[in-house]
């Protein structure tokens, strides 16, 4: 099974910035779609943004569009949700997600996923 590690997570002030990090030592990312979720106490689980890493085609939630962007490096096998003008709203746990990238992706990119890391804790403060 792939092991993906997350990182990144801390206390923010609203306004401020924080860089989640999702890896999985021994393997590649390349054909496959790496998603970030989040999920707030008492709330369901929602896709924050996702990427096929062979093409780089990205989706983001509305909530979140224009403020986060998810990147890869290859040559690092790492996968990064770069966060800015975070909200406290924005608070959860984030979770990085992977699966081997289908022709569902592009029509359906929040049903990819067969593996997930442990989550990283997110706190905004207001």
């Known amino acids: 099974d792939v092991q993906l590690q997350a990182s990144g997570g801390g206390l923010v002030q609203a306004g401020g910035s924080l860089r989640l990090s999702c890896t999985a030592p021994?393997?590649?990312?390349?054909?496959?779609?790496i998603g970030w979720f989040r999920q707030a106490p008492g709330k369901e689980r929602e896709g924050v943004a996702c990427m096929s890493v062979h093409d780089g085609i990205s989706v983001y939630a509305d909530a979140v569009k224009g403020r986060f962007t998810i990147s890869n490096n290859i040559a690092k096998n790492t996968v990064y949700l770069q966060m800015n003008s975070l909200k406290p709203e924005d608070t959860a746990v984030y979770y990085c997600?992977?699966?081997?990238?289908?022709?569902?992706?592009?029509?359906?990119?929040?049903?990819?996923?067969?593996?997930w890391g442990q989550g990283t804790q997110v706190t905004v403060s207001s």
């Open positions: 021994g393997y590649s990312f390349e054909y496959y779609a």
């Open positions: 997600a992977a699966g081997p990238v289908t022709s569902s992706y592009y029509s359906d990119p929040w049903n990819e996923y067969d593996y």
